[in-house]
């Protein structure tokens, strides 16, 4: 009796870990379609026959082929899609959008066993493609890697299942924690550098991956900062800036119509134009909140916050974040404008050549 449980064991087990292996290999493509699956998830897919993949996709820019599809598509000899199993990171979908549900697909070619990532968070389908699947006889196993897959679509699921966007913090301060000098020493050196090149590049690769850059009024009057992809090659962000009290010069590079912008205002006289959208918030009361619900309506999944001390801190107060990328410097100021304080949780580091990079993650 011990011996055949242990052959249970050791056999349920072996499944599980074949079952990894191959919803690590769905994640890996997946990630081929970071930044440009926006609004939806990023999805990689695998069929498995007799111990071979023969069948592989990924979801490459909405609008177009799922990853199901492509798999099954990538698969030469048809007739053995009825004796396969096809891995998913996230649930195939079950309704019509730009493209037909995906459980369609794998019931009309009959693949027995599905093996699924995790379960997809947005209301039209949660659970549905799952459940169409097992009424039509599939055999469906789900929650494979489930923390991995659900870390790949973490902007996907924050939007769904906390109705605002997922939000990185970032910015660069001086090694003694100055985000920038005085005035007076500001002006005598002007461009005051914080970080190297290198550093300087990959904020620009990060614009690229989200959907939104965020800064205060201030940081726009002091900079007069363009926030798009200059260094990278990419989509620029929507541009958005607050603006309580309509400060912000019309000259400004935001003002531009170069990129979608939101310009957050207490105003009800703004004129909004074609890539230029005033909105009117409370700044009173609420202010994080009501800045993200404006977001969420504009169906922005992520949003990177570059604004000053103030903006920064405010978020961090509020204790609505998801992660911080801060730059520490070699530079020293002794006086100036005071980096944000956060409570170090989670953390790693690296280094870009002289620049020290810490990554921060709230709550895992």
């Known amino acids: 009796m011990i011996r055949l449980d242990l052959k249970l064991k050791n056999s349920y087990f072996c499944r599980v870990n074949i079952h990894e292996k191959y919803i690590k290999r769905c994640i890996e493509l997946a990630k081929n379609g970071f930044g440009t699956t926006y609004p939806n998830p990023m999805v990689g897919s695998v069929i498995v026959y007799d111990g071979k993949i023969i069948g592989e996709g990924w979801h490459k820019k909405a609008g177009e082929p799922h990853a199901e599809v492509n798999a099954v598509r990538s698969v030469k000899d048809k007739s053995l899609l009825k004796k ?4 998913v990171s996230l649930e195939p979908c079950s309704h019509f959008g730009k493209t037909p549900p995906c459980c369609d697909l794998i019931i009309a070619n009959e693949i027995p066993n599905v093996v699924v990532g995790t379960v997809d968070p947005n209301e039209k389908v949660a659970g549905r493609g799952i459940k169409k699947l097992v009424e039509a006889g599939t055999n469906v196993t789900v929650g494979i890697l489930e923390d991995e897959c659900n870390d790949l679509n973490k902007r996907f699921f924050t939007f769904h299942q906390k109705k605002r966007p997922y ?14 000098p005085e005035k007076e020493i500001d002006q005598e050196r002007k461009p005051v550098w914080i970080t190297n090149t290198y550093s300087r590049q990959l904020v620009h690769k990060w614009r690229s991956e989200e959907q939104a850059i965020l800064v205060g009024t201030q940081t726009v009057i002091d900079d007069n900062p363009k926030l798009n992809v200059r260094d990278w090659s990419g989509n620029n962000p929507v541009r958005v ?17 170069s990129v979608k912008t ?17 909105e009117k918030i409370d700044f009173d009361k609420n202010l994080i909140e009501n800045i993200l619900s404006v977001l969420h309506q504009h169906q922005i999944q992520s949003v990177i916050i570059e604004g000053g001390r103030q903006t920064l801190q405010s ?4 204790d609505i974040w998801d992660e911080a990328r801060i730059f520490v410097g070699k530079n020293t100021f002794k006086k100036g404008t005071k980096a944000p304080e956060i409570q170090k949780q989670k953390t790693s580091k690296t280094y870009i050549q002289n620049d020290e990079l810490i990554y921060v993650r709230n709550h895992d």
């Open 84 to 87: 396969a199993t096809i891995y």
């Open 167 to 180: 939000i990185i913090l970032k910015w660069a301060q001086s090694l003694d924690g100055f985000l920038a």
């Open 241 to 257: 800036a607050l603006d309580q009290n309509n400060r912000i010069s019309k000259d400004s590079f935001v003002f531009d119509e």
């Open 262 to 278: 939101i310009i957050l205002s207490k105003s009800e006289n703004n004129i909004s134009k074609e890539n230029i959208i005033f």
């Open 315 to 318: 978020f961090i107060d509020k």
